[in-house]
């Protein structure tokens, strides 16, 4: 059955074809000292001058609780890098969102965490790229971020705010995973999610150097399967598998267009991160129009909701639920074509292709990290 909401601006939306969104990931800049060669933001990163201002971030957060978002996840680059930072948190809570900041911690002093814990920051994600300063500074591209990641951990805990590390994995740290979940539990967080790296952004541009074995993804998966049991009702582990190992691609974003969207830092509105990698799409902006129209009744929201736009492999599939179809983007990526099944499925015609290619690029590693431009 179709029905109608009223949105703030008084247009009436066809909300049959999407429910409204439940999180929205603010980039609230693209600055960061951290120059990770996995960064997943674009190659081309928006300019300070170009970002939002605080009254126009503020508006969005305004819109988006209006419009049914409950959780707001405020990221980068690095937030902290935005002077304004504790000042946007307090008006979040006050629109009533759940908020978490994702953080490289860089940049973040006791003091201000403190105010953010004072504001009602509800959840801090905290990047790790390594567990000692040798690997974690070498991956992050800076000096000293390990020993600050440290003591930021000490603060958010003690300043009673829940924390989770976020550890992106991948070929030069991945037998370091029992050490980082050991990592997690020293550090008092309550949940780590270890998220193989994704093949897009600048990643794209060290898949030689980062592209784990076959070897190392299956020894990861058993070490946390054990460390689940372990520490089971001690620590979450969220575990995010090697695509191009899996059979089955992931429900990237829970579906395109179903249950999120991301603001960049100039307000370009975004069904994923990487969505600007797909040409033929044009990306509304917050300072043109409005939340719920851009989510509601924009092209590029719309081009990939529901099961019009699949091949026929995915609509007559019974996964179709469960996945959507896997991510627009990576089919963009190695198809070649955004509408195509995604190439990591098992039943996708492009599947064998890949995975001789990735056992060809695991075989001959490329030593050299290129790092993130900042
Ligand atoms: Fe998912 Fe399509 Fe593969 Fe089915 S054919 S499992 S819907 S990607
Ligand atoms: Fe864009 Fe998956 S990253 S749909």
């Known amino acids: 059955m179709s ?23 603010a980039e609230l800049t693209h600055r960061c000292p951290l120059a990770c060669p996995y960064c997943s933001n674009p190659v081309e990163l928006t300019r300070a001058n170009e970002e939002l201002s605080t009254e126009e971030w ?31 948190t ?17 940049g973040l002093t006791e003091e201000r965490i403190n105010s953010l814990a004072d504001a009602g920051l509800d959840h801090v994600q905290l990047s790790i790229q390594g567990v000692s300063p040798e690997s974690a500074d070498r991956i992050g591209g800076y000096k000293g971020g390990y ?6 951990a000490g603060w958010v805990t003690n300043a009673g705010i829940p924390l989770t590390l976020n550890a992106v994995c991948h070929r ?70 090697a695509d191009y190992y899996s059979k089955y691609p992931k429900a ?23 969505a600007e990698t797909i040409p ?13 129209e851009i989510w509601y009744e924009s092209d590029a929201f719309n081009a990939y909701r529901g099961e019009d736009w699949m091949p026929e492999l995915c609509r007559s599939c019974e996964r179709k639920k469960v996945d959507f179809g896997g991510c627009r983007c990576q089919a963009m990526a190695l198809a070649g074509n955004a509408s195509a099944t995604d190439p990591v499925c098992i039943r996708s015609p492009l599947r064998d292709r890949l995975t001789r290619e990735t056992d060809e690029l695991s075989a001959t590693p490329t030593a050299t990290l290129t790092y993130r431009g900042r």
């Open 172 to 241: 030069q740290n991945m037998g370091e995973i029992d050490a980082m979940i050991e990592l997690a539990i020293r550090l008092k967080a309550r949940r780590i999610e270890v998220a193989t790296v994704q093949f897009h952004g600048w990643a794209e541009r060290n898949k030689g150097a980062l592209m784990p074995t076959r070897e190392q993804v299956e020894r990861a998966t058993c070490t946390v399967t054990e460390a689940r049991k372990k520490y089971e009702g001690i620590l979450v582990i969220d575990y995010v598998p």
């Open 58 to 88: 503020i508006g969005v957060f305004e819109q988006a609780a209006d419009l049914g978002v409950l959780h707001l996840h405020l990221s980068g680059g690095e937030p902290a890098a935005r002077r304004d930072l504790v000042e946007l």
């Open 147 to 152: 020993e600050r990641k440290m003591a930021v």
């Open 280 to 292: 033929g799409l044009s990306f509304e902006n917050i300072r043109d129009g409005s939340l719920s």
């Open 252 to 274: 990237c974003m829970g579906g395109w267009g179903r249950v999120g969207l991301n603001v960049t830092p100039s307000g370009r509105v975004l069904p994923c991160h990487a």
């Open 3 to 25: 029905t109608a909401v009223t949105s703030a601006d008084d247009v009436i939306h066809d909300v049959s074809r999407a429910p409204p969104p439940m999180a929205m990931l």
């Open 90 to 106: 307090k008006a979040a809570i006050s629109f009533g969102l759940y908020t978490n900041l994702i953080t490289s911690g860089v």
